[in-house]
């Protein structure tokens, strides 16, 4: 089991910046590929980032590439999801999801463990 915990939500204007955190605990280990997803109201849960738990490498969705930040720090256990440039079309809940298989996926179907989500408001 993991257990993932989102924090560092809130309302902000456009063209700031926010952080996201995600701590992780229980059995992750070296092929845990921690995501993001988001999903705004009327809309399906869309993949936003993820990151291998070992190598570090990274992928983004097209929408968000050049503006968010995904990281990690394996000593805390915690990913982040560094915003910047934020939009108003990136207002939605924003989740932490934890896929043990290694591979980096972008459908949320594929993720085994999620977190409660946490709102991203960005007012005009």
């Known amino acids: 089991q993991v257990q993932l915990v989102e924090s560092g939500g809130g309302l902000v204007q456009a063209g700031v910046s926010l952080r996201l955190s995600c701590a992780a605990s229980?059995?992750?280990?070296?092929?845990?590929?921690m995501g993001w997803f988001r999903q705004a109201p009327g809309k399906e849960r869309e993949f936003v980032a993820a990151?291998?738990?070992?190598?570090?490498?990274?992928a983004y969705a097209d929408s968000v590439k050049g503006r968010f930040t995904i990281s990690k720090d394996n000593v805390k256990n915690t990913v982040y999801l560094q915003m910047d440039s934020l939009k108003p079309e990136d207002t939605a809940v924003y989740y932490c999801?934890?896929?043990?298989?290694?591979?980096?996926?972008?459908?949320?179907?594929?993720?085994?463990?999620w977190g409660q989500g946490t709102q991203v408001t960005v007012s005009s």
């Open positions: 229980g059995r992750i280990f070296s092929g845990t590929i």
């Open positions: 990151i291998s738990w070992s190598s570090g490498s990274t």
């Open positions: 999801a934890a896929d043990r298989r290694f591979a980096i996926r972008t459908t949320a179907a594929s993720y085994d463990y």
